[in-house]
Antibody, heavy 124, light 103 residues
Framework: EVQLLESGGGLVQPGGSLRLSCAASGFTFSSYAMSWVRQAPGKGLEWVSAISGSGGSTYYADSVKGRFTISRDNSKNTLYLQMNSLRAEDTAVYYC?????????????????WGQGTLVTVSS | EIVMTQSPATLSVSPGERATLSCRASQSVSSNLAWYQQKPGQAPRLLIYGASTRATGIPARFSGSGSGTEFTLTISSLQSEDFAVYYCQHWWTFGQGTKVEIK
C-alpha cells in the first residue's frame, strides 16, 4: 500500500524558513517523480514543485522560484521542500504527491497518490 | 501556459441523479487530462487519467470523456459519498474546481 506522510508544517513569521518532509513507503521511491502541491484556505490546488526520480531534475512554479528548493533522499525514501523567504500568500496545506512516471517533466503524468497534507501558516 | 477552466463552479444535484462536469483547456492537451475528487479535510484522490481511464478502485459510475480541449466527467447516479469538489488537471495545471452539492 502506497503511503505518503508529510511533516514539518507550522507557524512561521514572514521572511522565515521552514522545511517540509514527506516519508514514502509501499513503492519503489526512486522510480517515480514526486511533487509538492499546495492549497490555500478555501482555495483550489496549486502545483508548487516537482523532482525527477533520480533527483537530477527539478521544476518550480513561478510563484516560488528562487525561494523554495525541492530535494529527495532515495536512500531514506523521503522528499523535502525547503521554503525560504516565506510570505503570507504561502499559507496553505502542502501535499506531497507521487507522480505516475519517472520524469518530473512529463505532460502525460498524473498525481496518483497523495499524502494527508501539512499546514504552513505564515503570519506575524 | 495552458489554462484549465471548469464549469460550472457549483452543481446542485439530487442523490441518484446524473452529474456532468466540464473542463476546457486553452489549447489542445490531447488525452492528457486527469480528474480528482476532494472531500472536506481530505487530500485529493485520483479518479480518472488519460481522460477516460478509471484509477484503481474507482466505481464504474464515474466516467470521463473528451480529447483536445473539451472534457467531461460524468457521475451516472450520485451517491451521498460523491458530494465533493472535483478538479481537472493537465501536467502541472489544475482547474479551479467544481463543487457538487446536494440539491
Amino acid at each position: 500500500e502506497v503511503q505518503l506522510l508529510e511533516s514539518g508544517g507550522g507557524l512561521v513569521q514572514p521572511g522565515g524558513s521552514l522545511r517540509l518532509s514527506c516519508a514514502a513507503s509501499g513503492f519503489t521511491f526512486s522510480s517515480y517523480a514526486m511533487s509538492w502541491v499546495r492549497q490555500a484556505p478555501g482555495k483550489g490546488l496549486e502545483w508548487v514543485s516537482a523532482i525527477s526520480g533520480s533527483g537530477g531534475s527539478t521544476y518550480y512554479a513561478d510563484s516560488v522560484k528562487g525561494r523554495f528548493t525541492i530535494s529527495r533522499d532515495n536512500s531514506k525514501n523521503t522528499l523535502y521542500l525547503q521554503m525560504n523567504s516565506l510570505r503570507a500568500e504561502d499559507t496553505a496545506v502542502y501535499y506531497c504527491a507521487k507522480g505516475s512516471g519517472y520524469s518530473g517533466y512529463d505532460p502525460t503524468s498524473t498525481f496518483d497518490y497523495w499524502g494527508q497534507g501539512t499546514l504552513v501558516t505564515v503570519s506575524s | 501556459e495552458i489554462v484549465m477552466t471548469q464549469s460550472p463552479a457549483t452543481l446542485s444535484v439530487s442523490p441518484g441523479e446524473r452529474a456532468t462536469l466540464s473542463c476546457r483547456a486553452s489549447q489542445s492537451v490531447s488525452s492528457n487530462l486527469a480528474w480528482y475528487q476532494q472531500k472536506p479535510g481530505q487530500a485529493p484522490r485520483l479518479l480518472i487519467y488519460g481522460a477516460s481511464t478509471r484509477a484503481t478502485g474507482i466505481p464504474a459510475r464515474f466516467s470521463g470523456s473528451g480529447s483536445g480541449t473539451e472534457f467531461t466527467l460524468t457521475i451516472s447516479s450520485l451517491q451521498s459519498e460523491d458530494f465533493a469538489v472535483y478538479y481537472c488537471q493537465h501536467w502541472w495545471t489544475f482547474g479551479q474546481g467544481t463543487k457538487v452539492e446536494i440539491k
